[in-house]
């Protein structure tokens, strides 16, 4: 009942590298600075973003958690029998809510976690299959990109991709663009997808959550210098930096910065990398953009992805838009 696939070829994982270090050579030279925010998750920072989750000025989780609690039951009703698809699914946490309603229609279901951590996907797989006897599970280890192009026509019914926690809210236009197109191409007419976004809302709101009064946010920024520490012999230290978060209202998104607090020499070993950074110059780790629900419909509807029901909170904070392919 359970089986767990790993994408990444030797092939594979020699791109992947060189990437990661092109990524960071480019950001680190270009002006102004930046290193892109899929850096973050390593098992540290996949555990400091689980701790993000649990804190009190962090609300989407829990929003999300509760629009799930309350509509899980009518997604699952209308889309009937079908095979789901999770993209990063991490530690399923959210899940749970969704096979819990599917579970209670089906006798029997199949579940496709998706993740590019093989030991977190894994240790919730093991788990999920001993909570639920009537669930195929089925794991793919790898980017969401490889695992798209790798899913076959489903035998089941009907297949519904999902993709909650806005992390879509992380990607650029571009590629929020890109990854749209993609979801387009694999699903087939009849097939569904669920896109939990993060909505806009006051900036003293999306600010407390982004800059929150543990310090977990600050850490979770600051880990991922860490991380390039230890990938390539660096020699970032912690105590020069700063954390901040601010709300660009324009482009309506949080904007996550590193402030550098003295002119400081960064040396990456392992890239051959040297560079100069002032005192206050910033380096761009993430944008988390907040979305409007008709435009998010519309850029949807674009996309052959027809929006069927939007599912929201009281506050309208946080929404699910279930579209139909
Ligand atoms: C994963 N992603 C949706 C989170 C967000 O809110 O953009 C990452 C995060 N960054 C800081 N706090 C949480």
């Given at each position: 009942q359970l089986k767990i696939e790993y994408l990444q070829s030797p092939e594979t994982a020699k791109e992947t590298k060189n990437s990661f270090d092109q990524d960071i050579k480019k950001g680190l030279t270009e002006c102004p600075k930046k290193i892109p925010s899929?850096?973050?998750?390593d098992d540290q920072g996949s555990q400091l973003f689980e701790q993000i989750c649990e804190?009190?000025?962090?609300y989407p989780t829990r929003t999300e958690a509760s629009i799930l609690r309350q509509y899980a039951e009518e997604i699952a009703q209308i889309t009937g029998t079908c095979e789901l698809v999770e993209l990063g699914?991490?530690?399923?946490t959210k899940t749970r809510l969704l096979l819990d309603a599917y579970d209670r229609q089906n006798d029997m279901f199949k579940y496709m976690p998706i993740d590019v951590s093989a030991g977190i996907l894994q240790e919730s797989a093991l788990q999920l299959q001993q909570e639920y006897s009537s669930l195929k599970i089925q794991g793919l280890v790898g980017t969401y990109d490889q695992a798209l192009t790798q899913l076959?026509?489903?035998?089941?019914?009907t297949r519904m991709i999902f993709f909650l926690g806005s992390s879509i809210g992380n990607f650029s236009e571009i590629d929020y663009d890109r990854f749209l197109n993609k979801i387009s191409q694999v699903l087939e007419q009849g097939d569904y997808f669920l896109l939990g976004i993060d909505l806009q809302k006051p900036k003293f709101i999306l600010e407390a959550a982004y800059n929150d009064n543990k310090g977990i946010t600050a850490a979770f920024n600051l880990n991922i210098l860490s991380h390039l520490n230890r990938k390539f012999e660096g020699n970032f230290e912690l105590n020069y930096f700063k954390h901040r978060a601010i709300y660009n209202e324009e482009k309506k998104q949080i904007e996550m910065y590193l402030i550098s607090e003295k002119k400081q020499e960064i040396i990456l070993n392992k890239l051959d990398l040297k560079v100069n950074i002032d005192k206050g110059e910033t380096i761009l780790t993430e944008i988390s953009r907040k979305f409007d629900v008709e435009q998010t419909k519309h850029k949807l509807e674009s996309k052959?992805?027809?929006?069927?029901k939007v599912f929201t909170d009281e506050n309208n904070w946080f929404a699910l838009i279930l579209c139909k392919a």
């Open positions: 899929k850096y973050f998750y804190l009190s000025e962090y699914s991490g530690s399923s076959t026509p489903t035998s089941w019914p052959q992805l027809n929006p069927v």
